[in-house]
């Protein structure tokens, strides 16, 4: 028996030394996002929220123009969210993801998620999520859409038509949304991490 603790000891001592620690063990999940008037940032907290109720995964929350390079391809899942700009991603996140890396595919089989916040029921919330996921798609990544048929590109909140009308935060049922999103990308992170 002190033979096999001796081992076990030298072999976590081998681990620590070369550096793996037990946090490259968990899935890495950013979320990026560019929130205009508080909605989408609300959206993000709702999403991040969800993916913390997730054993074995580290969550980075970031705005756009704070998340760098070095942070995508740390990333084993990247959740972008936007306010919907005439029917499309803001013009930061469009920005933002042009500037995304693209030699040598980095970030091909990473996990790719959307959401959006827009200020009408048909304000092109779907297709905003759409042209996220479609960048993602040129860079290679694996797309994974909310856990229900009724959010299926992701998740999406409507704040200024009623009876959704809010300042700077999202209703209930649409944070729900984002974090049932959140939880679905951390969840197969999880998975798709363990069996790589």
Not at 27 to 43: C, D, K, N, P
Not at 55 to 71: I, P, Y
Not at 184 to 189: G, N, P, Q, S, T
Request: glycine content about 10%; some cysteine; proline content about 4%.
């Amino acid at each position: 028996m002190r033979y096999r603790s001796r081992i076990a000891i030298l072999f976590c001592m081998a681990l620590s030394s070369s550096g793996v620690s037990a946090a490259q063990d968990k899935a890495l999940i950013l979320i990026s996002y560019h929130s205009q008037h508080g909605h989408t940032r609300a959206m993000a907290e709702a999403v991040e929220q969800g993916a913390r109720s997730v054993k074995g995964v580290t969550v980075k929350l970031l705005s756009v123009a704070d998340t760098k390079q070095a942070d995508l391809l740390a990333a084993d899942a990247i959740i972008v969210g936007s306010p919907v700009h005439n029917a499309n991603a803001s013009a930061e996140v469009v920005t933002f993801m042009s500037q995304w890396p693209f030699q040598g595919a980095p970030l091909r089989d990473k996990l790719g998620a959307a959401f959006v916040s827009g200020g009408g029921i048909s304000a092109g919330e779907e297709i905003a999520q759409l042209n996220i996921l479609h960048s993602m798609m040129i860079f290679g990544m694996i797309i994974v859409g909310g856990p229900e048929w009724t959010s299926a590109f992701g998740a999406s909140a409507i704040t200024g038509e009623p009876p959704f009308e809010s300042s700077d935060g999202v209703a209930p049922a649409f944070a729900k949304k984002g974090e049932a999103l959140g939880k679905r990308v951390a969840e197969l992170a999880v998975k798709w991490k363990r069996n790589r």
